[in-house]
Nanobody, 117 residues
Framework: QVQLVESGGGLVHVGGSLRLSCAAS????????MGWYRQAPGKQRELVAT???????NYADSVKGRFTISRDNAKGTVYLQMNSLKSEDTAVYFC???????????WGQGTQVTVSS
């Protein structure tokens, strides 16, 4: 069973930066979509950004120009560089790896990001 382990969350002031990492514990193969989602208190989980194993990216409008998703296929790791953070970015951030044909769909345990004003 593959596990996803997130790191890099924490407390930062408005305008600051954080870099999240998500590493898979086992071998993952196939064409996959790797992404970051977030859930703020009292709100539904929402997409932040995704990247395919081929390098195609997609971003939520609210983070375009501020966040950058990247991946290292050899390491089975996906990253989220978050710049110009806003208080509304405060949430638990989850990473997700899913194979495009539905053969697997893995989630991390979540990492807290708190942006204080």
């Amino acid at each position: 069973q593959v596990q996803l382990v997130e790191s890099g969350g924490g407390l930062v002031h408005v305008g600051g930066s954080l870099r999240l990492s998500c590493a898979a514990s086992g071998t993952i193969s196939g064409i996959r979509i790797m992404g970051w989602y977030r859930q703020a208190p009292g709100k539904q989980r929402e997409l932040v950004a995704t990247i395919t194993s081929l390098g195609y990216t997609n971003y939520a409008d609210s983070v375009k120009g501020r966040f950058t998703i990247s991946r290292d296929n050899a390491k089975g790791t996906v990253y989220l560089q978050m710049n110009s953070l806003k208080s509304e970015d405060t949430a638990v951030y989850f990473c997700n790896f899913r194979e495009i044909w539905g053969n697997y769909d893995y989630w991390g345990q979540g990492t807290q990001v708190t942006v204080s004003s």
